[in-house]
Nanobody
Framework: QVQLVESGGGLVQAGGSLRLSCAAS????????MGWYRQAPGNVREWVAT???????NYADSVKGRFTISRDNAKNTVYLQMKSLKPEDTAVYYC??????????????WGQGTQVTVSS
């Protein structure tokens, strides 16, 4: 099993910043893509950003230029630095990690979610 533990959510005023963290643990042989998704009330879960095993990053247009995704391979951790936050960024943020466990089994794990609330 691969477990993900998220932290860093909270309440912030518009224009402020937050940094989310997501640490993976368990029977991990390798980690490929690490990403962040979010889900606002009444909406479907949407992709926010991804970082590959070689550090290539991609962002949703709605967060490009404001959010930065990064990873620390030594700590099996992915981060999401969020700046210039807007009320429409309010959502539960989920991390997602894909890779292989020992024995060659693929995994596709999700964090428990962390609430980000941006007040106007």
């Amino acid at each position: 099993q691969v477990q993900l533990v998220e932290s860093g959510g909270g309440l912030v005023q518009a224009g402020g910043s937050l940094r989310l963290s997501c640490a993976a643990s368990g029977s991990i042989f390798s980690i490929n893509a690490m990403g962040w998704y979010r889900q606002a009330p009444g909406n479907v879960r949407e992709w926010v950003a991804t970082v590959t095993s070689v550090g290539r990053t991609n962002y949703a247009d709605s967060v490009k230029g404001r959010f930065t995704i990064s990873r620390d391979n030594a700590k099996n951790t992915v981060y999401l630095q969020m700046k210039s936050l807007k009320p429409e960024d309010t959502a539960v943020y989920y991390c997602n990690v894909k890779g292989y466990r020992y024995g060659g089994y693929e995994y596709d794990s999700w964090g428990q979610g962390t609430q980000v609330t941006v007040s106007s």
